[in-house]
T-cell receptor, first 111, second 115 residues
Framework: SQQGEEDPQALSIQEGENATMNCSYK?????LQWYRQNSGRGLVHLIL?????REKHSGRLRVTLDTSKKSSSLLITASRAADTASYFC???????????FGTGTSLTVIP | DAGVIQSPRHEVTEMGQEVTLRCKPI?????LFWYRQTMMRGLELLIY????????DSGMPEDRFSAKMPNASFSTLKIQPSEPRDSAVYFC?????????????FGEGSWLTVV
C-alpha cells in the first residue's frame, strides 16, 4: 500500500468476543484514523487519534497509538454480527492533507 | 447534506473506450480526493485537489488518466483509452481542514469493469 499495512488480513470471531486489528505505517504523522467499509459501500470514519495521544475510546472502540513503533491498534469489544466489515487505518501527514490508507482487515463476526 | 455523490455507480465498457467518472463533493469542503480500490493494491490515492487546484497527482497511474475540478462542486476522472486492468472501484472523497483534525467523507464508489 502507499502508506501502511494492517494485520491480520482477515479475522473471524464469534459474536460477543473482542476483535483486535493492527496497523503499521511508514512516515511521521499528524494523526491516524480508522475507517470501516461495509461490502459494496464507501468508507466511513470511526475514530481519530492525534500523534500526541496514546489511547482513545469511543463506545465499543478503543484505539492505541505508538509513534515510536509507528503502529496503532483498534479494539472492538463485545462484537456484534453488524460489525462485519473491512477496517482500514489512514494516516495523515504533517505536511499536506493526503490520507493514505492501509491494506485493511476483513472482520467477520459469526452470530 | 446528501454526502459525496458519485456517478455512475456501475459502468461496463469495452477496452479502448473513454470512461468519465463524476463526483459532487460535500458543500463547503475544500479538499477533494480520487481513490482507486482493487483487491491487489488496496486503496490508492490517485490525485487530490485543494480549492479546485490539483495538489498532488503522483498517484495517477499513467497519462491515460486525467482529473479535473472546474468548480467547487464538481470533479471528473477520465480514462482514455480504458484497459481491462483499469477495472476497479473508484472512490471520490472530500474533506475540510480543521485545527482539531479533519476526516474524509467517501462517496459510494463507481464500479468500473473494462472488458
Amino acid at each position: 500500500s502507499q502508506q501502511g499495512e494492517e494485520d491480520p488480513q482477515a479475522l473471524s470471531i464469534q459474536e460477543g468476543e473482542n476483535a483486535t486489528m493492527n496497523c503499521s505505517y511508514k512516515t511521521s504523522i499528524n494523526n491516524l484514523q480508522w475507517y470501516r467499509q461495509n461490502s459494496g459501500r464507501g468508507l466511513v470514519h470511526l475514530i481519530l487519534i492525534r500523534s500526541n495521544e496514546r489511547e482513545k475510546h469511543s463506545g465499543r472502540l478503543r484505539v492505541t497509538l505508538d509513534t515510536s513503533k509507528k503502529s496503532s491498534s483498534l479494539l472492538i469489544t463485545a462484537s456484534r454480527a453488524a460489525d462485519t466489515a473491512s477496517y482500514f487505518c489512514a494516516t495523515v501527514r504533517h505536511t499536506g492533507n493526503q490520507f493514505y490508507f492501509g491494506t485493511g482487515t476483513s472482520l467477520t463476526v459469526i452470530p | 447534506d446528501a454526502g459525496v455523490i458519485q456517478s455512475p455507480r456501475h459502468e461496463v465498457t469495452e477496452m479502448g473506450q473513454e470512461v468519465t467518472l463524476r463526483c459532487k463533493p460535500i458543500s463547503g469542503h475544500d479538499y477533494l480526493f480520487w481513490y482507486r480500490q482493487t483487491m491487489m493494491r488496496g486503496l490508492e490515492l490517485l490525485i487530490y485537489f485543494n480549492n479546485n487546484v490539483p495538489i498532488d497527482d503522483s498517484g495517477m497511474p499513467e497519462d491515460r488518466f486525467s482529473a479535473k475540478m472546474p468548480n467547487a462542486s464538481f470533479s471528473t476522472l477520465k480514462i482514455q483509452p480504458s484497459e481491462p486492468r483499469d477495472s476497479a472501484v473508484y472512490f471520490c472523497a472530500s474533506s475540510f481542514v480543521v485545527h482539531s483534525g479533519n476526516t474524509i467523507y467517501f462517496g459510494e464508489g463507481s464500479w468500473l469493469t473494462v472488458v
